[in-house]
Nanobody, 124 residues
């Protein structure tokens, strides 16, 4: 089992940048593919980015390609989401999640463990 704690969310102006972090407990972090999802008020949770166990393979939602970067440091049990050129419509609670699959998926159901989320607010 793994416990996840996100941090780094805050209020930022449109066009700005943020880096989110997700710290995982336990010594098996490298056994999990990791993903970032977000959920805005009144909307369904949506996929943002995912990374494989090794960190070599990544995939992104089309809406964030070229602006967001997911990375991980298995020695620090942490996954990151660098977000650049943020837009007001990206205001949401951002969640990290862990999957026992080899590669990260865009499907929430393939993730067994979730953090509590961190609020990102982008002002116009």
């Amino acid at each position: 089992q793994v416990q996840l704690v996100e941090s780094g969310g805050e209020l930022v102006q449109a066009g700005g940048s943020l880096r989110l972090s997700c710290a995982a407990s336990g010594r098996t972090f490298g056994s999990y593919a990791m993903g970032w999802f977000r959920q805005a008020p009144g909307k369904e949770r949506e996929f943002v980015a995912a990374i494989s166990r090794s960190g070599v393979n990544t995939n992104y939602a089309d809406s964030v390609k070229g602006r967001f970067t997911i990375s991980r440091d298995n020695a620090k049990n942490t996954v990151y989401l660098q977000m650049n050129s943020l837009k007001p419509e990206e205001t949401a609670v951002y969640y990290c999640a862990a999957s026992q699959r080899l590669y990260g998926s865009s499907w929430p159901d393939e993730y067994a463990y979730w953090g509590q989320g961190t609020q990102v607010t982008v002002s116009s």
